[in-house]
């Protein structure tokens, strides 16, 4: 029961940061996660929304290289 209580804090932490905010503008946008494409009403740009959450989480990951080098 444990690991499926990790897992679904995992994705719920994921979903809010990856999903709600654009990968080229850093603006929030507003959807359901039953709506498979991300479309910004700030820069216009639309995406596959698991393309964008990659992005996204690359970029966290990018981050966090910095900030805490070896």
Known sequence: MLKSIRSYSWGCVITSLANLID????????????NRTH???????????????????LAIGRLEVRVYPN
Do not use: E, M
Not at 23 to 34: A, G, I, M, N, W
């Open 23 to 34: 990968s080229f503008c850093d603006k929030q946008v507003v959807r359901t996660l039953s």
């Open 39 to 57: 479309h910004c009403g700030h820069c216009g740009i639309i995406l596959d929304r698991d393309h964008n959450a990659s992005l996204n989480i």
